[in-house]
């Protein structure tokens, strides 16, 4: 997976290719035991996490193009795989990353204006969590031709942000130009 950015943003992905790259990695994972050496408890959550050094294990290793940005964007997704998949905390996977994040930039918006807002890995991490836990994404149940639809510039370039209560459209502006709205 590779982010494709607008301007000056080099990501997160969105929650299609998010969602994507978790059914990936559950089908390429289903029937392993996968260890995780940092945590000594179990997850369970359609998959099981087992103890370290437990018999007919696999080992699961990120590994990715070493630019910042893309470190980045892989953090995010196998932050999210960890969080769907094996009910990981978003302190737990910012754990297992903190070394790696302490190095990289924010993320910004794709706006050319001096970004206002950063957003962390940690932020998206947290914010994955919650929706997992309220129940706003399951990565078994989102519809990605849905949102890969709406989220096309003929077709509206919208979204739910939380279905049936926020709806989010691109790029809002209250800048005119010479062709409505910048």
Not at 137 to 143: L, T
């Amino acid at each position: 997976f590779k982010y494709r950015g607008l301007n000056k943003d080099f990501g997160p992905f969105n929650i299609s290719q998010i969602t994507e790259y978790c059914r990936e990695m559950h089908d390429l994972m289903s029937g392993m035991n996968v260890v995780n050496n940092k945590h000594d408890r179990s997850y369970d959550r359609g998959s099981r996490l087992l103890p370290s050094g437990a018999a007919g294990t696999v080992a699961l290793v990120l590994h990715c193009d070493p630019a910042p940005r893309n470190i980045a964007n892989q953090i995010v997704l196998m932050s999210a795989f960890l969080i769907s998949t094996f009910n990981f905390r978003a302190i737990d996977v910012a754990h297992l990353f903190s070394d790696i994040q302490k190095k990289l930039l924010p993320f910004r918006d794709c706006g050319v204006r001096p970004s206002v807002m950063d957003l962390t890995i940690e932020d998206v991490a947290r914010a994955l969590e919650l929706a997992v836990k309220r129940r706003w994404w399951d990565r078994r149940q989102f519809d990605i031709d849905g949102y890969r639809y709406f989220g096309d510039i003929n077709e509206g370039d919208l979204n739910w942000v939380l279905p049936g209560r926020i709806l989010a459209m691109s790029s809002p502006s209250s800048y005119k130009t010479d062709g409505g709205l910048a």
